[in-house]
């Protein structure tokens, strides 16, 4: 894969924006950064610098290495306890190495989070100097020690108003935190990291990491806290501000970094570029890289297998809202789409591990929702994204975990006795069955006793198919079956469905967030956006139309064509 | 070399035995050995270990089904127990003597065991999560409120109502006539003036663990396994977990109540009103020590746990009595088993975490 760093205007692009800035350091260099977990390479070779005042959007689909790659740059336990980091990391010509968010705070970084770290019963100002407040002596705290020091209401109140005047919005100090709306709650949060003055110890709040922040916020305070950006960037502030809203990454940066696979793929300057090409950068690989073979899938002539009718699934954090999907007899369809717009609710509320409602009609025949035994005795089978919660059973044997779904559901390995009476378990065929699993998959593992728990994520998922493969079912949800798994295991699970797909004409529903890994095994592909199907392609479209799909809005798609 | 290979298997095979086990076996052999030193007899000892064994090891049995199915310990067996002695005191209401009593006793208690668990099973899965002190509420109300029905319940068996009222339970009534020894006598080897083996107690629990474990190679008892391994896993294979959780805790109190039929009989007395109230804790920490989790028991558990446990509780009190003079054997048996479930409960934390 060549990195498109040969890309000419791109490097005039960053010269330009090296002479604007000649005669000053940047405040934040970042050089040869790499990370691997446990020999996964999630990040490799990130080079880029930021200069005062200047804004950077972040942008990449879920899992490209934006959050890890914050995560190094605080100093974040979970990097340390996964064995560091390589390269470099320079403020303001200065190699740091944080070991604590605390030394990247006293630097001063801040960080605004996705999730809102606020006390509800507090109010903005508390909120803001939360363990940072100014403290007045009196009697008893030189009786008892400084922990008897009180609060000084008016110098935080002072320092509130300074930091919220920075943002100007229109923030009540005093205003509790659980009666804000949400925007109000993002206020406080960044405050909070203004208010972080210059003291001896540490120094002022010079840049601010915003992840995703516009991400709750209604239009109108998505606004204000865009203005409020601009006016922190003139007063000197370096912000990098990480967004799935392309739109506004386009309004408000001055550069805009795309990250896809751990790597760096862009760094542009915002002007001039539209929606189209960031979307086709974060989610597209080069031209020719994908060997695809198409496969003229005859959908005029294949029957319907499943048909979900105004599906809605109640699966916290990816709702599905009114989902009609006809998936053909022998097809590998692909569903896919930003995390949290629901499409993993489509399989767990299908096969009724989540409350469902709607249809869903199996070879004509209407299956009732809500209970798994149904989904499974019509002849359906799920892997479950959540493979050590639902997956598996993790400490009981491979033998176990592969025949018990088919022994439960079809009465195989049984042996009966006493007229069928009394259903014993058959070791032997158990035994063999695994066996045969292990060595078609190529499971890496002691025995068929081990446990699954010993085993790597990759040969886990391995388990999970051979589970679902000796039911035999005739048609297969697969959801996420590549997540957390090596590059070398991915491809073995991918070409082991596409050959059960073709072998046994099993028809595969796949849900994925990776764009490419859809576009590689399967026929269409559905891009589910806000619990809805917004889309279906044919997998050979280009990457960049299904990056707009995904972005899932059509009119901001449009606006950004144009321009 | 050889010494190398000697070490790591003693070290694998104290692994697989586990090392509280190893402790508490060397303690109790100690015990043992010390024993004819201090004027205690080595034949009665054996003797009355034996028989502890059998009278206890059934309702540690019990323990195994709602083990399996995930919830956990039944600190509820009082409630197995008083389905016994239901099942016990109707027998002797109907007044026919001899072993078929026993036979009786189970017939009776049957339905009841059923009835109770079911209840019991239905209220363990509201309450998923917590069953342990669930559980344990369940026993101790189970127990006030049947001291109250023994008494108002019509029974009028001579043998077993209050003597000056003619109405109401005793506290404690004789199996004498009935069914007392039916199963210690059975097959009993006498092979010295001290020690006997109660064959047929053990026969009887032998026959009940084989039919446990045969149900755990069942199609129904996988799923029950399977269950307590992972429920969301056996739900997503089609399982009601719900029924299989019942399920299991009716096996569990049915085999509360054949347990305290089986002690019964040996013991020679029914013991009423607050006589089940602290039936749960032996039980729970003879398995505990036998070596099973709060997820995963096996019969060689029950076996192993209740003679060490009951080893412990016979040799305690006689050895230490004899050696020292002092009655210390009290504490020390409730330091063991309530360590034990400590300890027991503490490891759960650690699978977890």
Redesign the interface.
Same mark, same amino acid.
Do not use: C, Y
């Given at each position: 894969m060549t990195v498109v760093w040969a890309d000419k205007s791109h490097n005039q692009v960053l010269k330009d924006i090296k002479e604007m800035h000649e005669n000053e350091v940047p405040l934040l260099e970042m050089k040869h950064i790499s990370k691997d977990f446990f020999g996964n390479k999630v990040l490799t070779d990130i080079n880029f610098s930021l200069n005062k005042g200047e804004i950077l959007g972040l942008v990449g689909e879920n899992g490209a290495g934006k959050s890890t790659l914050m995560k190094i740059l605080f100093g974040m336990d979970e990097i340390h306890q996964t064995g560091g980091y390589g390269g470099d990391i320079i403020i303001n010509g200065e190699k740091v190495q944080f070991s604590s968010p605390i030394d990247a705070l006293a630097k001063g970084i801040g960080m605004v989070h996705q999730e809102f770290s606020l006390l509800p019963d507090f109010t903005a100002t508390e909120n803001i100097l939360l363990n940072r407040e100014p403290l007045k002596y009196t009697v008893f705290s030189e009786l008892f020690g400084e922990r008897l020091n009180i609060l000084d209401r008016e110098k935080m109140d002072q320092i509130a108003e300074r930091a919220i005047g920075r943002l100007k919005v229109p923030l009540d100090k005093d205003m509790m935190v659980s009666q804000m709306p949400v925007g109000h709650k993002q206020f406080t949060e960044i405050a909070r990291e203004l208010s972080k003055e210059a003291t001896d110890v540490v120094e002022g709040i010079k840049l601010l990491v915003l992840d995703e922040p516009t991400a709750v916020l209604s239009e109108q305070e998505a606004d204000s806290l865009l203005k409020a950006m601009r006016l922190l960037s003139e007063s000197g502030i370096s912000i990098i501000f990480i967004s799935h809203r392309l739109q506004e990454i386009i309004d408000v940066c001055n550069t805009i970094m795309v990250m896809r696979d751990g790597q760096i793929i862009k760094t542009v300057p915002s002007q001039g570029v539209v929606i189209a090409d960031i979307a086709r950068w974060m989610v597209g690989r080069d031209v020719g890289s994908s060997k695809r073979e198409a496969r003229g899938f005859d959908y005029e002539n294949t029957p319907v297998l499943l048909s979900l009718q105004n599906l809605w699934v109640d699966m916290p954090g990816e709702v599905v809202r009114d989902v009609s999907l006809d998936v053909h007899k022998g097809e590998i369809l692909g569903i896919g789409g930003m995390a949290g717009q629901g499409k993993l609710g489509i399989p767990n509320g299908a096969?009724g591990?989540f409350p469902a409602g709607g249809k869903v009609i199996f070879e004509g025949k209407e299956i009732a929702l809500n209970n798994?035994?149904h *989904?499974?005795?019509a002849g359906m089978a799920?892997v479950?994204e959540d493979r050590r919660?639902?997956?598996? &059973?993790?400490?009981?044997s491979l033998e176990?975990n592969i025949s *018990?779904?088919a022994?439960?559901?079809q009465?195989k390995y049984?042996k009966r006795y006493l007229g069928g009476l &009394?259903?014993?378990?058959d070791q032997a065929a158990i035994e063999e069955e695994t066996e045969s699993y292990v060595k078609q998959l190529e499971i890496r593992c002691t025995s068929t006793k081990q446990k699954a728990k010993e085993l790597s994520g990759g040969n886990q998922q391995k388990v999970c198919l051979a589970k679902a493969f000796a039911v035999g079912p005739k048609l297969l949800f697969v959801s996420e079956p590549t997540r957390g798994i090596d590059i070398g295991a991915k491809s073995l699970v991918l070409k082991a469905l596409r050959k059960y797909n073709e072998e046994n004409g099993t028809t595969i529903v796949m849900i994925s967030s990776e764009l490419e890994e859809l576009r590689a095994i399967c026929d269409r592909v559905a891009i589910i956006s806000d619990g809805k199907v917004f889309g279906i392609l044919p997998a050979t479209t280009d990457s960049a139309e299904f990056g707009l799909l995904m972005i899932g809005q059509k009119s901001q798609v449009l606006e950004g064509g144009s321009v | 070399m050889n010494l190398q290979q000697l070490t790591s298997s003693a070290k694998g095979l104290v692994k697989s035995f586990g090392l509280p086990r190893i402790i508490i076996g060397l303690f109790l052999l100690s015990l043992f050995i010390t024993a004819p030193f201090v004027g205690v007899n080595i034949g009665t000892s054996l003797s009355d270990t034996f028989n502890r064994f059998g009278m206890n090891a059934v309702m540690v049995l019990a323990m195994v089904p709602m083990i399996h199915s995930g919830c956990g310990l039944n600190f509820g067996l009082p409630l197995g127990i008083i389905a016994g002695l239901l099942g016990a005191t109707i027998s002797l209401q109907v007044n026919i003597p001899g072993p078929t009593s026993f036979l009786l006793a189970i017939l009776f208690a049957t339905p009841f065991a059923v009835i109770l668990g079911w209840g019991y099973g239905q209220l363990l899965n509201r309450v998923k999560g917590g069953e342990m002190m669930i559980a344990t509420y369940v026993g101790f109300s189970s127990v006030a409120f049947m001291c109250i029905m023994w008494l108002l319940l019509p029974f009028s068996n001579p043998t077993m109502v209050w003597g000056y009222s003619g109405t109401g339970l005793r506290t404690t009534i004789s199996t004498e006539g009935y069914y007392r020894h039916v199963l210690n006598d059975f097959l009993s080897i006498q092979l010295t003036d001290h020690l006997t083996i109660p064959t047929g107690m053990l026969l009887f629990f032998a026959l009940l663990a084989c039919i446990i474990w045969a149900f755990l190679?069942?199609?129904?008892g996988?799923?029950m396994?399977?269950v307590g391994?992972?429920s969301?896993?056996a739900?997503?294979?089609?399982?009601?977990v719900d029924k299989i959780r019942t399920l299991s805790v009716i096996m569990s109190t049915w085999l509360g109540a054949i347990g305290i039929l089986v002690y019964q009989q040996s013991f020679g007395f029914i013991q009423l009103y607050m006589g089940p109230f602290y039936m749960a804790l032996p039980a729970v920490s003879a398995i505990l020590i036998g070596g099973a989790s709060v997820n995963?028991a096996s019969i060689l558990n029950v076996v192993i746990g209740t003679f060490l446990f009951q080893g412990i509780v016979t040799m305690t009190p006689s050895v230490m009595n004899s050696m020292i003079h002092t009655d210390m054997s009290e504490v020390i048996r409730i330091v063991v088993s309530n360590g034990m479930i400590l300890y027991a409960l503490t490891r759960k934390a650690e699978v977890t975490r």
């Open positions: 096969m591990l798994p035994r *989904f499974l005795d799920f479950s919660g639902v997956g598996l &059973l993790l400490d009981e176990w *018990f779904t022994m439960q559901i009465e049984l &009394l259903k014993w378990r | 190679h069942t199609k129904t996988t799923a396994t399977a391994s992972n969301v896993f739900r997503a294979s089609g399982i009601n995963k």
